[in-house]
Every structure is written in structure tokens, then in C-alpha cells.
């Protein structure tokens, strides 16, 4: 199966583990705790097409209504909902879930429009805006939810009005003359059109996506001039009245759109958008092998290493800038708003973990996991609470007066906590990439990362099963366990990470048939038929790492494996400054140590590592050399906590990832 | 006297010097360049008031038409001219003055108004967009002019019509229920209004100066709410119309409106209206003396000292940020465009200058003077090529593919040649605060900078006379020679640089009676009638200089004195990657040679101090500590030229100031 969100369904997962407990908070918590809040405000009854106070709002960021993207966030719910509910039923659920289609199916209009703001507060409007107002965009997450509610429920009752939708889309939107050769501002519906298209195979949806993708940017698309152009001038908007999103007029490159993707150099604008239209991208490039498909992959590869290599933080956290809430300049990575901004929202490295497994699709190569496996156990798992109920939106590397480290209960703008919540529900999809061949009785497993779990696969009456056994990501023992009848002929590749600077498989491939290509070691079906039991093991220790120096930020952070450490008030009780003047001695040793906690984990310790600069008082712009920074005091223990696990235990909000480095003069 | 403007004039350069071969360069070449680049631009027969082609362009900055300041740049020009006519007589020069003149007076409307826009483009818009349009910053410099034309013709000629024009902004503005309750967006009329005081003595001057500065920010100054809200609701803006330096919807910070300036806190904004404003500001302090004055003087001081310690690079340049040409957040200062961005304007430091003159009028504090004395030499000296035809407008610490280290010959908005000309017109006005008084027959003079230059003053019949001898600011011995009659007491005060580490006077003072108050050595008048030859020796020895550790900026740059040096790739031919990878130890050994050339310099050599990183690239966001970086290559001899001499030797464009430090891992 080609989406994690339908191979989920082969994942089981076994003994609880850091992904497990996840889930089963969101189980027993995050979904009930948002489906009271979609209920309180307003949101839930949205559908039912009745004027809501709110409505009357100015925007917070115009010229967007707060209220524009209810639709998504009910869709979101729903998706996330039904991904939970073929892990355990729940009654409440069951019946919100009924309710929200009954009220979906209800708001569909004649010809097919479903969309609250279209519909209710601007009703002559639809189509008029697609630059700014998200109605694709919602659409997109509406088509997500209907496959999620139909793959849970084996009916179309929201898959029907769905489908109805998309043709009116197909109908509005395409070459011909008489269609608008527009695309969405915020993609979403393109990703979602290829998920759609293969459930149903109806070439129109795949036509719709392709459109859609290959339309953007075009500088000559409507009337000859840029559809965005057009349209605005359509709309009598006048050229310096601009989005507050956009730093000048006509900043296309906030919406990707600037200039066909194929020609885009590197990775620009909005972050969580970049990363939608890059998965669809990807996607297209699998299912369409027309002729520019090369040239579609050769764009994304070269966007990803450019987001990667110069515009990701040490968390695989994307977006430097607030106004935009996207990419900077190469290389500008300040680690918070003191500093010159941190953006690095939640949805937007949930994005790129969508973007790496459909990467993975394309190209095996552990770089792209490796970007994943990050951003899952940082950037994005620090988006919620260990209760489940408190959410990030922005996740900056340093705190400050103005931003303390702090989860929220919602937002006016609530994209992230259900796309957490809708994540975890299918998260079992990203662990490995199974495939088989029924002809030839073959099975392939892609492990990307490792978590307690089985997977089963089918070859035709034969079934094959994988069980994994860890405690990852906090112990680097893996045990495999494998079930496969005789006739079946199954290879195994195992990830091995980037950072790993040693690993083990046991027992020994005597054969030396195994070997690592593009960080994945090959398993043959020799070695596994006789050896159904074998372990990886990666020994995880804590070490340093440091941004490139072309970010001129002068730090080092603690990792573990795939874990990011950072260091906190809470057991740093000292802090008065978020650690601003903190310097770590890279050379410094680290111990561990296991907590017991909702989710245990192991936090570091650095002793006699630690100093605090003493900050000159210049009356002008510099310090003589020999005047300089000196230190002020030894910090005998500097405490770090996972990344993720930041703000879980009260405390001032002060936090950091990355330390002054020690040099020289320190 | 109390203005620069005036006291050049007791000013005389005598041996060839740093300044007097700039002004020089000015005299012979600067201001007829610039008067032929008037013509050609059309900017020299605006004030005939006919269409000219370029009013039809479309604004480079909207709101504000390119030409819009066509006024100030006649304006600053004559106001240059008339300083230098003080130096030398110049047939074409004074007929130009002559010509521009009688086309001011003639372009002048019936009610006094005076302005070429306004006039002959918008004639209906008068005092419509304070806020945007230039429109009294424009008189300000008539008035600047006017004040310099009547000091070298001693006639009225320009004076005459402006007094006239300030008549007709005194009736419109103001606080009486009938007048507009505005102030200007660009400050600058405020300064010369004060300057003007003086000279007329009118209470309507000081008045309508202190109304601009007390109105300026009133949250409720018009109709109960913010005077450029009300402007433009009457124009008939939208709200989210923005001019392309608003980063959001009233962003009045950009204009120091955001607040009235006793309630501000940090400095904002656009880097020069906010020097221009502060300028203002002191000088009312001095002038004025009612109640607020010392709230006001807080304030300034305050916001000096934000500004210097916090908001100031190496250069003694202001403005990080390109879109506002201003502030960025306290400690933001990157090196150039590809770090984050980097503006440091000519005319801002030049309005440094201005306003250090002023504190140092209010509190005589060698903090003042040596960033006044560090803008001049550096931030301000490289906005002129040594030939004086090329200028520059932005001044990177780091030049950038996108950004070269070149000087241009003109600039659509062209407020900064003009600028350096007309100060280094009046520059003598910077060396030192003479003051006398008669009855008691004392002279003191604070000598805030080194020269070879005499100082005469008038005390009733006697004169004093002080003359320096110095090869400043490359060699730091200065000879003085007083010729002061018996019956005058005189009080000499030197200002010993901050950065200076030692430094003698010779012959000594054998009463110890001198003594360094605020980064000034008082010799009382027993001294110096004891020693009418004195010298003052300051050792110049090249030095190692950090910004602020806050800053994240982990770099050193060389200075020697009061000099910042750069690195170029002019005698540093191998240099690619503009001195990206450039890596300096601060503990190197520097070695000087003097260099002959139009202005002879002293170069910095430093011999196996320097390498090059070697980048490592990675497949994702960080670098492991023990995989970082290393050494490619020594650099044998790195040599390094003055900041402000940068860009006249031809090469590529690439320069750097600040070099990375070189740390234990490299």
C-alpha cells in the first residue's frame, strides 16, 4: 500500500513505547479534549450553516477571517478520529463523528460547494480569492477525512458529498478556456487528490492534482498574465494593500508560486505550505511517469537538500520567520525571538515527515529517514503536552521574555493540534514500507525506524509477519522477530542512522551477504529464513552537535540518538536569563539517567561542564579582545530533558537547545 | 557659538590631514560633480516649476514619488556650497548658488507655501500625508540652506522667502482648535527651526520646533486619536494599504510616532529620522529650559545608550534592517545580506554625528565624542570614494554576491552624497566646543578630535588662538601651541578615546592639578600659561575588537585608533567566497606599513594568523562536534585596509570587517 495512511492498518502496536503511550494519551485524552473545545467554539456546529458571533471579528492576520479554516479543523478531527477508532471504539467519538458528517452532508450546496465561509458570511464570493482564503485547502483536508471515514466505516456516507465536491472542482478548475486555471494558495487538496485517486482510480481526480500542480507559478497562466494578478485586480484590490504575511507586493514566493516548481531554486515562504505541495509533488512523480516527472524529482530533491542542509534547525524544525511563518535566507537560523526569530511550527515538520516518506517511496536512502525519525521525536512531539491536552504552534530553540516555552490550550488559527493528533493516528504507517509480489512469493520490508510493533503482510494466501522489540529511542537494542512461511522469500532492510557511529547485527551475517546502501543494510532472504530472530543493536550515547557555521551560531546542543536535549528552569532552578549566557564545554562529560514518568525517559547531566560568561558593559559597539568575556560562576550540574518533553513540569518557561560553545577565550 | 554650522568658522585647517585632503577632494571635485548631476537629473531647474518627465514614474517606495525629495537635494547642495565658498572662492559654484536661488524665490506660492511636489503634482494635496510625504523635511533643509547662504552672503536673499514659508508652517501648525495637529514623518525641520531660533531670535521658531517634538506620537493629538490615523482616513487609505516600509499596519515606530519620545524606550525605526529627531530633541534641552527638559534629556540619553551599546556595528554604522532602513532588535546585527541583512546609511552615522555633537553640548562625555569621532572615520568616511565622484548609500560590515562592496555614482533617492559633502563643509565645527566669556574673561575649549587646525577665538578684544599639529588618525602624537594674551584665562580639555590603553601629555604636569573628568583631561589655565607648547601623545597600536557576545556574531576585526580595517580582495587576490570561510586568531601578530597614495594610510599585515574553514556538508541540520570544522589552508599574509578606504582600488567587491574567531576547534 503506497499511503502510511492506509498501511497503518498492518502496524500493531506491542509493548508500550514512547510512540504507544503517545497515542494512547491521544486516545483517552486529545481527542475528547478537542472535541470539546470544536464544540465550545463553535466550530462543531459550523456545518449547520448559522451565523456565529465570531464571524463579525477583524481578522488577526488579513485578509484572512480567524474563522476560514473551521472546515479543516473538523476535518482534521474527524481523519484523526477515524485512525483512532480502528485502534479501539469509543461511543462519544462514534456519535461526533456521525453527527459532523450529518452536518457536512447537510451544508453541501446544489452544485456541490461545500464550505462554511463561502457559504454563510460571503456567499457571492466563492472561487474569488483562492491566493489567501484556504476554500482548497479545505477541501483538501474534507477529501482526507472522507478516506479516513470510509476506510474506518466501509461506507461513503462522507465520501458521497466529497466526491460531489471534486467534481464541481474539476468542472471550475482546468486548461480550458472557459475554466479557471487557478490553484490553491495554500496547497493541500493536490495531496489529498492523489490519496483519492487511488481509492478510486477515477482519472479526473489524478488530472485535478496534476493541474493544480503544474498550473502554479505559471507567470503567463490567466489572460497571459499570472492568475494571482488577475485575480486581484478582479477583486478591485489595490496594489499596496497587501496580506500581512507578505514582506512586499506580489510575494508569490510565500505561496510557492512565484515560478513554476521545476524552476524554483530553492525552498521559500510559508513552511507548512512548501512542505504540502512538495509531498503531492513527490506523490505525483510516483503515480505519473510522464515525461517531466524527472525533472518534478530533481526539483524536490533539490528543495529538500536546500531545506535540510540550510534552513532546518537542530529539532528538524523548519521556518525562521514569524511574518511569513516560513523559510529565511540560507543559514539564518536564530534560535528565538531574541534573537532575530524561531518559527519552527509544529504542522510544518509534520510536513516534512510526510515529504521524507514520500521521498523514501522514490529514492531509499536513509538521509531522508533520518529527517523524519527527527522530526518526529522533536519539532513535532513537543507540539503536545505528556497530558495530551496543551499544544504548540511555534516551537523555538530558545526562550525568551517575550516567548516563554509554554504549550497552549487552542488557537484562533488550530491547525496544529489536531494534525498531532491525526499523525498519531496513523503513525504506525512511517515505521517501515512493506511490499510484496504475489507472483513471485517475494516480501520486502523497508525499516525506517523502530518501535515495539508487528507488521503483517498478505502474499496472496500466505501471510508474513515482522515483530519488532525495543525500547527506542531511548535503547538501541532492536530484536526482530520474523514469521514467514517457506514459499515466501522475504529481504529486510534496516535503517541504520546517520549519526550511528557504530552498530551490531547478531547474530553475524557469516555470509557477508548483508551490506549497507544508502544508510539501509540489507537483510537476504538467506540470513532471514535462517535467522527468524536477530537484533540490531545501536549503542546510544549522548553527543554534541552544532548547526553549520554558516548559521553564526556559535553553539552546541546534546543529542541521544534521535532525541534533542535542551536544558530547562525547572531542574536549572539558577535561571534568570533563559540561559542566554550559559557556555558548555563540548568536550564535557555526560551521564545519563532513567525517569520515571508518564512517558520515562533518560535525561543528561553535565558536571563541571558548565560556565556562565560574564557580559562586558561596553559604553559603544565593541569589546577590546583581551577585555573580553570571562567566566562568572561553574554550573557543577547542568541538567537537559528531551526536547519534547520541555514543559511538562511547570517551572519559569526558561529554555534552550543550543549552549554557547566554549573556545578559547572563555 | 552654539552650532557647528557656525563655529567652523573660527576653524582653520592648516597642514594637509585626513579631513582637510577629504574636504579638498569636496572642493575641487564633490560639489561639481554633484551640480552636474543636478542638471542632468533635472533636479537643478525643479524649482521652475514645469512638469518633468519622471514625475510620471512609478514609485520605487510607494507612497513616495522618487522625486520627492528633489527640494532637499538642491537644498543640501548649496547648503555645502556655501560652507565651502567660506573656504575658497569658486566662480561656478556661487553662480549656481546664484541661479537656485532666485528659482526658489520664484517658485514660491502667494501664501508662502514652497515645494516642488506639492506644487506642481499634487497642488491640491498639500499637508494631506505628513506621515509619508517629506513635506517639512523638505522645508527644513530650505531652512538649513537659507541659514548657511546668509552666513557667507550676509544677505537675506533666501532667507528672505523662507522665513516666509516658516511663517505659513507656524500658522498651520500648532495646537489652536483651527490648526492641524501634525508633525512631521521624516524629522529634520525641527533641527533647523531650533538652528533657525538662533539666528532669528523669534519665539515662533522655538515654539513651532518644540511643537513638532511634544506633538510628535500623541496616541490622542487629533480629533481624540492618533494624528496619522486621522490623515489617513481623510485620504481615504485603506488599513491595510501599507507603505513598503511598514512591516504591519501602523507601524508609527517606524517614524518615532509610536509613543511620545519621553515615553520610548528603546531606539526604532528608521535610522536617520530617529537621529535627526534625537538631534532636535537635545537641542531643545539645551535651549529650553522648562520643566520637561530633564525628561527629555533622559530620554535621549537613554535611547543613545540603546542605540550604541546595543543597535550599533564596529563602524559606528546604524540599521540592520533593509525594509525600514533601521533598528532591528536589540544585538541584531549582522555582517551583510546573506547573514540576515546589514544598512548602516551614510546619512544615518552622519546624524549620529550631529546628535553626539549635541550630548556632547549637554554633558561633556568622551562616550559621545568617540563614537562621533568613529562614525566620521569609518560609517561616514567610506560613503565618499577617495576621488570623491562615487558614494554610497548602505554600508555592509560584509559584502555578498547580491551585495558587492562598490560605490555608485548617484541614487534615485540621493540624500547621501550631498550629506557627506555639507558635513565635511562644516566638519571643523566637530574638532572642538570653544566658548568664552567676556566678563570674566575665561575661554574654555573641549577639544573632541585631533587635527592639524587652528581655533581662533574673540574674547572682547583679545583673541586666543589654539593650534594642534597632527598626523591623526594615523599617528596619535599631537603637538598644541596657545597664543593666549595674559589678561585671558584658558581652560583646555583633550579627550582621551576610550580605547586608548596609556597616554602622556608633555611637559608633564608637575602640580597634578590635571585630571581626566569623563574621558577629558582638564589643563587649567596655570598649565597651560606655564606650557603654551604641549603635546598630547596617544600610542596607536593595532588591536583586536569584538561586537557584544549577545550579538552571536563570533568574529574579530582589527582597529588602530580610531580606524576599523576591512579585508579586500583587492591585495587578498585568492579570496572567492567574500572572506566567508575566513578564520582569524585573535592573539596574531599584526604588523603595519604605511601606504602612499591620495590619502596616505597605514595597511595592517598579519602573518600566519589567519586559515580558511573547511566546510563540512552535511545531509541534515547539524554537524557532530568531532566531525566539525578544520583547517584548508594558512593564509601567509592577510592584509587589511581602512574601512572607509575600501572600493577605490578596483577588484571584485569582496570585503569583510569582521572575521570569523578563531576557537579551540579550529
Known amino acids: 500500500m503506497a499511503y502510511p495512511q492506509n498501511s497503518h492498518l498492518q502496524t500493531t502496536f506491542t509493548t508500550p513505547g514512547f510512540i504507544s503511550r503517545r497515542r494512547e494519551v491521544v486516545y483517552s485524552t486529545t481527542l475528547l479534549y478537542q472535541l470539546k473545545v470544536l464544540k465550545t467554539t ?24 480567524n474563522h476560514l479554516f473551521w472546515d479543516s479543523d473538523v476535518a482534521k478531527w474527524i481523519e484523526g478520529a477515524c485512525y483512532f477508532l480502528q485502534y479501539k471504539e469509543n461511543q462519544e467519538i462514534e456519535s461526533a463523528v456521525k453527527e459532523l458528517v450529518e452536518m457536512i452532508r447537510s451544508a453541501q450546496q446544489d452544485d456541490g460547494y461545500l464550505n462554511i465561509h463561502f457559504t454563510v458570511v460571503e456567499p457571492g464570493k466563492r472561487f474569488t480569492n483562492l491566493r489567501d482564503l484556504h476554500e482548497l485547502y479545505n477541501a483538501g483536508h474534507l477529501i482526507e477525512a472522507a478516506l479516513a471515514h470510509n476506510q474506518y466505516y466501509g461506507n461513503d456516507l462522507l465520501l458521497e458529498p466529497i466526491l ?6 474539476s468542472l471550475t478548475f482546468g486548461p480550458d478556456p472557459e475554466q479557471k486555471h487557478g490553484y490553491p494558495g495554500h496547497p493541500e487538496i493536490e495531496l489529498a487528490l492523489l490519496r483519492l485517486y487511488e481509492k478510486t482510480r477515477d482519472l479526473k481526480h489524478l488530472k485535478l492534482a496534476r493541474y493544480f500542480i503544474d498550473e502554479r507559478g505559471n507567470p503567463k497562466g490567466q489572460d497571459g498574465r499570472h492568475y494571482y494578478d488577475v485575480e486581484a485586480e478582479v477583486r478591485g484590490d489595490r496594489p499596496d494593500e497587501m496580506p500581512k504575511y507578505f514582506p512586499e507586493k506580489r510575494s508569490y514566493w510565500y505561496q510557492q508560486a512565484h515560478k513554476p516548481i521545476v524552476e524554483q531554486e530553492n525552498i521559500e515562504g510559508h513552511a507548512v505550505r512548501a512542505m504540502y505541495l512538495l509531498t503531492a509533488v513527490s506523490d505525483l512523480v510516483r503515480v505519473d511517469k510522464s515525461e517531466d516527472a524527472e525533472t518534478k ?75 523524519m525519525e527527527l522530526c518526529f521525536y522533536n519539532a513535532v512531539s513537543t507540539g503536545m503536552s505528556e497530558d495530551g491536552s496543551k499544544f504548540t504552534y511555534v516551537n523555538q530553540l530558545a526562550s525568551s521574555d517575550t516567548d516563554l516555552s509554554r504549550r497552549a490550550e487552542w488557537f484562533t488559527c ?31 520490508v523497508n525499516v525506517h525506524t523502530y518501535a515495539s510493533a508487528t ?23 532492536i530484536r526482530f522477530e520474523l514469521q514467514s512461511p517457506e514459499a515466501i522469500s522475504t529481504t529486510i532492510r534496516l535503517r541504520i542512522p546517520g549519526w550511528a557511529k557504530e552498530w551490531t547485527i547478531s547474530p553475524e551475517d557469516k555470509q557477508h551477504a548483508s551490506k549497507v546502501t544508502k544508510g539501509y543494510l540489507t537483510l537476504s532472504p538467506d540470513f532471514v529464513r535462517t535467522n ?11 553527543r554534541c552537535i552544532s548547526p553549520h557555521p554558516y548559521t553564526n551560531q556559535n553553539i552546541v546542543a546534546l543529542a541521544r540518538g534521535p532525541i534533542i536535549y535542551c536544558v530547562e ?17 563540548p568536550e564535557c562529560e555526560i551521564s545519563e539517567t532513567d525517569v520515571e514518568s508518564t512517558e520515562p525517559y533518560k535525561n543528561l547531566t553535565v558536571r563541571d561542564g558548565a560556565t556562565l560568561l560574564q557580559v562586558p558593559e561596553p559604553s559603544g559597539p565593541y569589546v577590546a579582545h583581551d577585555e573580553e568575556t570571562f567566566v562568572k560562576a561553574d554550573i557543577q550540574k547542568l541538567h537537559f530533558i528531551p526536547y519534547a518533553l520541555r ?20
Request: glycine share 10%; proline share 5%.
Open 42 to 65: 463553535g466550530r462543531y456546529d459550523a456545518f449547520k450553516l448559522k451565523w456565529h458571533a465570531s464571524y463579525n471579528d477583524e481578522p488577526d492576520v488579513w485578509p484572512v477571517p
Open 414 to 444: 488550530a491547525c496544529c493540534p489536531p494534525n498531532v493528533a491525526r499523525l498519531l493516528g496513523y503513525v504506525g504507517g512511517y515505521l517501515w514500507t512493506p511490499s510484496s509480489d504475489e507472483k513471485n512469493n517475494t516480501v520486502q
Open 297 to 371: 524529482r530533481t526539483a524536490v530533491e533539490r528543495l529538500w537538500n536546500n531545506m535540510v542542509q540550510k534552513k532546518m534547525y537542530l529539532t528538524g524544525g523548519i521556518g525562521a520567520i514569524k511574518q511569513w511563518e516560513g523559510f529565511g535566507i540560507d543559514y539564518f537560523l536564530p534560535s528565538g525571538t531574541d534573537e532575530g526569530g524561531c518559527y519552527s511550527e509544529t504542522c510544518a515538520s509534520i510536513g516534512v515527515m510526510m515529504l521524507a516518506e514520500r521521498l523514501l517511496q522514490l529514492d531509499l536512502d536513509a538521509k531522508y529517514a533520518d529527517i
Open 455 to 477: 507488521l503483517s503482510i498478505s502474499v496472496g494466501e500466505h501471510t508474513v509477519q515482522l515483530e519488532q522489540t525495543t525500547n527506542w529511542p531511548w535503547d538501541g537494542n
Open 532 to 542: 527468524s530472530s536477530f537484533q540490531l543493536n545501536i549503542p546510544l550515547k549522548p
Open 647 to 666: 514543559d511538562n513540569r511547570g517551572g519559569k518557561g526558561h529554555m534552550r537547545v543550543g549552549l554557547r560553545r566554549k573556545s578559547t577565550r572563555v
Open 569 to 585: 528552569d525547572f531542574d536549572n532552578p539558577w535561571v534568570k536569563d533563559h540561559f542566554k549566557n550559559l557556555v558548555l564545554d
Open 164 to 169: 460531489k465536491y471534486v467534481d464541481l472542482l
